[in-house]
């Protein structure tokens, strides 16, 4: 099985995705990391219709794979899948976005209505981009099922936890 990796907005997420990255390679028979174009052009935001372009060209060959995304890596793979152009086994959503989302215009709610992929989702205690508490609410308001979601402590958005992490997904795939 093969694992993609979709980091957050900024490039300073380049650096964590590829120490993620070097992290998953024993578990898997391919470990992918889609870079950015933003990060290259020194714009500010994702462009998700490119990045799902990316995404989907990547993914198209394969049989099975996961997708192991952070905050702005989990709209391109939530929107891919509502249009119905992915198709992973399972995915692996760590820190996600609602308030930068919703701040950005990216439909998130829509995106996530019913969405029932086997999923792990882990959040911290006070993300500030989204608490615990306000993505339990938010989950249970989309209707979304089939998904585990962990708790870590902490009150930032960089999730440097990242043998946690690990032992967390590789659990669960």
Not at 66 to 84: C, P, Q
Request: proline fraction near 3%.
């Amino acid at each position: 099985m093969d694992l993609i990796l979709l980091a957050g907005n900024s490039i300073d997420n380049k650096e964590w995705i590829e120490e993620v990255k070097s992290v998953f390679i024993p578990f898997f028979s391919l470990t992918q990391i889609q870079y950015y174009d933003h990060w290259q052009s020194g714009k500010e935001l994702i462009d998700l219709n490119k990045e799902i372009k990316k995404l989907t060209e990547t993914t198209k060959s394969k049989k099975q794979y996961v997708i192991f995304a952070k905050s702005a890596g989990i709209l391109v793979t939530l929107k891919a899948i509502f249009e119905k152009k992915i198709s992973p086994c399972k995915c692996i959503f760590i820190g996600i976005p609602l308030n930068w989302a919703n701040k950005y215009g990216f439909d998130i709610n829509t995106w996530f209505k019913n969405f029932d992929l086997p999923s792990l989702i882990i959040q911290h205690t006070n993300d500030p981009i989204a608490s615990i508490r306000e993505l339990s609410k938010f989950l249970k308001k989309e209707n979304v099922a089939n998904y585990n979601l962990v708790e870590l402590s902490g009150n930032d958005h960089y999730y440097s936890e990242i043998d946690k992490i690990k032992d967390l997904t590789t659990n669960f795939i």
